[in-house]
């Protein structure tokens, strides 16, 4: 028999072996990551999410490929009780409702996986991505570039802006993650008879083979295969089965393939069989987009991931919408510091349509247009439940107020304007302010400013020199 240690030994260098083989990056090579190489994923394959590679590993040995994963040698418990779950009725897993959450640029966004850097640059490859003992690698396709990202790398959680090609970082915080394989349950009850054991070493591969050849031959019957186990409390792998999806009757079914496969086999109802996802998938993978497509047998859906769903996205894949599970690497923020700060730097971008914004002391965020509010619509997808904003229209642009201010500030370093020790955009009254110390006169820069009107406010200050905000230091 086989002990644990050694099935983790046969994982490693199985895992091993599979990285070796795929092809290298062609178009980025990222030396301060971890994670090895990764080839494309193929739909219909089992490879490619997370840990699912070093899943398939354990599928192909569990189908009788030279490998026997015995039970825990410590455990005196009969596998019978270790697998959850109701003989032959139940279902694959029901799919998560499709999440056509649109992210824009500009708005605020969250993001987890681990920073690595190249070239100067981070980039953040996704979780989703990330398997045993530092994943099977990131596409290059798959990569987010990071802005704002200091000296941060490792296993991270980003709170951001989307600026279209890349993450504006506004918080970094560390994040733990599991580099183990993440099994499938058995959701399946163990046979009358207990279940009869997975292939040893001394099988040949005929049962196995002769299994893979059965599902692949039928496509309109079944959905397709993958592993589970039975795993306790403490995360150790307690027994492992293969569960076959069919959308045919599930004890007819069983009943055939058990006399294929004599061996841990879990046969369970599906709502689609490969041939109805498989056309799915062909044409979703045949758009042009930025994403992936995997006909996933576990979810028994055909799986999309990208970086971001657009709305161009998010209208192709409405007709596939009870066939398609959606995986987005970023999602929008429901941080309100996260989402205002989005906000902010939304207005005072825009310098010609608004004149600024503030927060007042409820927390309420007070935007300042001009004219007609013509850029609003730029404004209202970026906001979230719990924000609250008030608008506020006002006589002066931003762009009109910088203009001033640069124009004063020439005169003051001219030497024009006596006695004046501060200038600056005051945004809550909309103006220019100036300050005239001891030295000088208010009445006397008031008239030599006169010509901007309301939009210069002349008063009595203090010697003290205060640096006018500049708008190009929002991040």
């Known amino acids: 028999m086989t002990n644990d240690r050694d099935i983790d030994q046969l994982l490693r260098e199985e895992g091993a072996r599979w990285r070796a083989g795929q092809p290298t990056i062609p178009d980025l090579d990222l030396p301060s990551f971890d994670n090895g190489p990764s ?8 490879l490619g999410l997370g840990s699912v590679g070093v899943l398939t590993v354990a599928l192909a040995l569990m189908l009788g490929f030279k490998w026997s994963p015995a039970l825990d040698p410590a455990s005196s418990e009969p596998p019978d009780s270790q697998a959850p779950g109701s003989t032959g009725s139940v279902a694959t897993p029901a799919p998560t409702p499709l999440n056509l959450s649109i992210v824009r640029a500009g708005q605020a966004v969250a993001a987890a996986g681990t920073l690595g850097e190249y070239k100067g640059n981070a980039y953040l490859c996704p979780t989703r991505l990330l398997g045993i003992e530092g994943g099977l690698g990131c596409l290059s396709a798959d990569l987010v570039l990071v802005r704002n990202a200091q000296s941060w790398r490792g296993d991270v959680r980003i709170e951001g802006v989307w600026t279209g090609d890349a993450i504006e970082a506004i918080t970094i915080t560390p994040e733990e993650r599991s580099n183990g394989p993440s099994w499938p349950p058995i959701p399946c009850d163990p046979p009358a008879g207990g279940w009869p054991g997975l292939p040893t070493a001394d099988d040949d591969d005929s049962a196995g083979l002769a299994l893979q050849s059965e599902i692949d031959s039928r496509p309109s019957r079944y959905l397709g295969l993958w592993p589970a186990a039975a795993v306790d409390d403490a995360g150790k792998v307690m027994n492992r089965a293969v569960v076959v999806g069919t959308v045919d009757d599930v004890e007819a079914v069983t009943a055939e393939l058990t006399a294929i496969y004599p061996f841990n086999l879990c046969v369970v109802h599906s709502q689609f069989s490969a041939a109805d996802l498989q056309p799915v998938a062909d044409e979703l993978e045949a758009m042009d987009y930025p994403w992936h497509v995997d006909l996933e047998p576990r979810t028994g859906r055909v ?29 929008r923020s429901a941080d309100p510091e996260t989402v205002r700060l989005a906000i902010v730097r939304a207005v005072n971008v825009d310098t010609d349509n608004f004149g600024g914004i503030y927060l007042e002391r409820d927390g309420t965020l007070v935007i300042q247009y001009v004219g007609a509010n013509a850029n609003r619509a730029a404004i ?60 000088g006169s208010v009445d006397d820069v008031a008239r030599l400013l006169a010509k901007y009107g309301n939009a210069v406010r002349v008063e009595a200050g203090e010697a003290i020199v205060i640096q006018p905000w500049v708008p190009s230091s929002v991040p």
């Open 39 to 46: 080839a494309k994923r193929r739909r219909g394959a089992i």
């Open 380 to 439: 209202d997808p970026l906001l979230i439940p719990g924000i609250e904003v008030r608008w506020e229209r006002v006589e002066h642009s931003r762009s009109e107020l910088n203009r001033i201010l640069g124009a004063i500030r020439h005169l003051w370093d001219a030497g024009a304007l006596k006695g004046v020790v501060a200038i600056g955009i005051d945004t809550i009254n909309n103006q220019v302010e100036v300050s005239v110390g001891p030295g």
């Open 303 to 331: 799986e999309v991931w990208t970086t971001a769903l657009s709305p161009e996205m998010a209208d192709a894949l409405v007709p596939y919408a009870d066939a398609v599970e959606l995986h987005t690497t970023l999602r």
